[in-house]
């Protein structure tokens, strides 16, 4: 299970299938990482230092940080894609195609002028975490995805 956590500043991806439970992030930050509550990860409740910190502290690679840089990424199902945008504007897309059950990513792009941001691997890691919300498998002819996924 992959899953995404946000706030104003940060981005955090989860892994499960990576999580061993060494618990060193609820260490770094008890009060973000809590195994005893739903979600179990607060990224509201402790400064984003203290929250970064304790992820570098994850020893099995199972949290991911990044900056969000005031970008906001949704999930499109009906059209077939994530997309990113800064305020109004569109500035990347990933776009995947259905056939039998699976979703394959054909195509991720981000402006020029926003690379850099991590707003692709972001676009991607929307659409694994909607796949399986979806139940649906997730593959990727765009190589830059398929290296996301199969990182
Ligand atoms: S430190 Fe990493 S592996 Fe350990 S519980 Fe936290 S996320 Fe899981």
Not at 9 to 16: I, R
Not at 119 to 126: E, G, N, P, S, T
Request: negative net charge.
């Amino acid at each position: 299970m992959h899953r995404i956590y946000e706030n104003e500043d940060l981005v955090v991806f989860w892994n499960s299938e990576k999580c061993f439970h060494a618990k060193k992030c609820v260490t770094g930050s008890p009060k973000t990482f809590n195994i005893n509550r739903k979600p179990w990860i607060n990224l509201d409740e402790a400064d984003n230092k203290e929250v970064w910190q304790a992820i570098e502290k994850c020893p099995s690679g199972a949290l991911r940080c990044l900056y969000r840089h005031n970008i906001d990424v949704k999930a499109d199902i009906e059209n077939r894609r994530s997309v990113a945008y800064d305020g109004d504007k569109q500035v990347g897309e990933c776009d995947y195609e259905e056939s039998d059950g699976v979703w394959n990513i054909y195509h991720t792009e981000v402006l020029p002028e926003y690379e850099g941001k991590g707003i692709a691997k972001r676009l991607v890691f929307r659409l694994i975490e909607e796949s399986e919300r979806n139940m649906v498998r997730l593959e990727a002819t765009c190589s830059y995805a398929r290296k996301v996924i199969e990182e």
